[in-house]
């Protein structure tokens, strides 16, 4: 019985214990999505990941629309041309712009958790080009 119990409670730290993962995306000029772009521009992560930004072209930066994300997820504005580390929190799906190029269409989205990517939604208020990289993302999202 006591050698059942330690056994058990040997078990509960490799159980509980989660590995979170560390995600890297690029912000770049052009790439299979179009002109300014983030790599990849979808991602799928669990919550208590983090999602770093690396600055690999020149002019980028990356900013949580805050009217695309999960309730209390974690709100971030990143430099121009500096890296940003986001530490997702919430399950759900967060759009992602690039402040210089948002009219350009530079978005992206992550989506934490399990979740169906038609919840997703965007906003018409969005500027032209960055609805139709959303819902290219979206499209993708959904073929997959
Ligand atoms: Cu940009």
């Not at 409670?9 to 214990?17: F, T």
């Not at 169906?116 to 073929?143: C, G, H, V, W």
Request: hydrophobic share 45%; with cysteine; net charge positive.
């Amino acid at each position: 019985m006591l050698r059942r119990l330690i056994m058990a409670l040997a078990l509960v730290p490799l159980a509980s214990v989660s590995f979170a993962a560390e995600h890297i995306v690029k912000m770049v000029n052009q790439n299979d999505w179009g002109a300014m772009a983030f790599e990849p521009s979808f991602l799928h992560v669990e919550v208590g990941d983090t999602v770093t930004f690396e600055p690999t072209d020149y002019g980028h930066n990356a900013v949580t629309i805050n009217y695309m994300i999960p309730r209390g997820a974690n709100r971030y504005r990143g430099k121009i041309n500096k890296p940003i580390t986001m530490a997702i929190n919430k399950s759900g799906f967060y759009g992602i712009e690039c402040s210089p190029h948002l009219t350009m269409g530079m978005v992206m989205t992550i989506q934490a958790g399990d979740g169906d990517i038609t919840e997703f939604e965007i906003p018409k208020t969005l500027p032209k080009q960055a609805k139709l990289r959303f819902n290219a993302i979206k499209d993708y999202a959904m073929s997959r």
